[in-house]
């Protein structure tokens, strides 16, 4: 049974950094899609960055040039700097090969 462990969350002021780790067990091969996504209190689940087997790498346009995807073989790591309030949400791990995985979700909060 596929599992992905997430990491990381926490609370951080404006303009802090973290690290979001997640990593997948229970699945033999290198899986083709592995991503970040967010929802924050009363708004849809969004995309924040994702990344496949390939190396290619998509993100948010609210994230670009302060969030970077990276992953090795089946863990996959979000480096979140210059954080901003509305940063603020529960982050969720997603794997897809064939089937769709997802994490549990890891609570990131930017405030003063």
């Known amino acids: 049974q596929v599992q992905l462990v997430e990491s990381g969350g926490g609370l951080v002021q404006p303009g802090g950094s973290l690290r979001l780790s997640c990593a997948a067990s229970g699945i033999p091969f290198i899986i083709s899609y592995m991503g970040w996504y967010r929802q924050a209190p009363g708004k849809q689940r969004e995309l924040v960055a994702a990344t496949t087997s390939g190396g290619s790498t998509n993100y948010a346009d609210s994230v670009k040039g302060r969030f970077t995807i990276s992953r090795d073989k089946n863990t996959v790591y979000l480096q979140m700097n210059s954080l901003k309030p509305e940063d603020t949400a529960v982050y969720y791990c997603?794997?897809?090969?064939?089937?769709?995985?997802w994490g549990q979700g890891t609570q990131v909060t930017v405030s003063s």
């Open positions: 997603h794997a897809r090969h064939a089937s769709a995985y």
